[in-house]
């Protein structure tokens, strides 16, 4: 398996435009995480799904964060409108939902809001 | 306030030696521990878990204690290498089943020749 794959890898906007991260978990793994990285705040959990349904969305900061799991291979979250303060790495992992086995991460979308 | 602190400062160390990277937090009352490493540009690798039932963990070169009495965790590499310069974050596992992941902020290793 190639593990769990990102696109992009670098997103540059401008601020107010919609923003659409992309994420293909892990083939058989029931479990997908959003997480965000900032220097100031470091990793944290946006939003999880098992088995295609959002469980805890309690991380997304504000409205205009929105993440959906279409399938079980397929997964988006989208910034509208975006803002400079959005600017971070956002990262998307998936897993069994077996804690002893981990949580395995993708490369990351750094995204930056001008 | 919840809070997971690991040392703020890079620590720096020569080859050979052994490291030892701290974990504290409080107000949580994890079921697990994690332990990863994060290279600059990527995402983050699962290095080692621990159960809150269990005080001590190894792997290979790595060992890993769980304190749930002073709410600390230590990570150990012994006979340390350049190659395992990174940044290692702790993460508190609340639900036990690796499902809502609480990170700490990190600590950046460099092991120097």
């Known amino acids: 398996d190639a593990g769990v794959i990102q696109s992009p890898r670098h997103e540059v906007t401008e601020m107010g435009q919609e923003v659409t991260l992309r994420c293909k978990p892990i083939?058989?793994?029931?479990?997908l995480f959003w997480y965000r990285q900032t220097m100031m705040r470091g990793l944290e959990l946006l939003i999880y799904?098992?088995?295609?349904?959002?469980?805890?969305d309690s991380g997304m900061p504000e409205d205009r964060f929105s993440a959906k799991m279409p399938n079980a291979s397929f997964s988006t979250l989208k910034i509208q409108p975006s803002e400079p303060r959005d600017s971070a790495v956002y990262f998307c992992a998936s897993s069994t939902g077996q804690g002893a086995l981990g949580a395995f991460f993708g490369q990351g979308t750094r995204l930056t809001v001008v | 306030s919840q809070k997971i602190e690991q040392n703020s400062e890079a620590l720096n160390i020569q080859e050979g030696k052994t490291a030892t990277l701290t974990c504290n937090y409080t107000?949580?009352?994890?079921?697990?521990l994690q332990w990863y490493r994060q290279d600059p540009g990527r995402g983050p690798v699962f290095l080692l878990l621990?159960?809150?039932?269990?005080k001590e963990k190894r792997k290979e070169r790595l060992k890993v204690t769980f304190d749930t009495t002073l709410k600390q965790s230590l990570f150990h590499i012994t006979a340390s290498q350049p190659a395992d310069s990174a940044t290692y974050l702790c993460a508190l596992d609340l639900t036990g089943g690796g499902n809502k992941l609480t990170f700490g902020t990190g600590t950046q290793l460099k092991v120097e020749l």
């Open positions: 107000n949580y009352s994890p079921a697990y």
């Open positions: 621990i159960r809150e039932n269990e």
């Open positions: 083939s058989g793994h029931d479990y």
């Open positions: 799904f098992n088995n295609n349904v959002p469980i805890d």
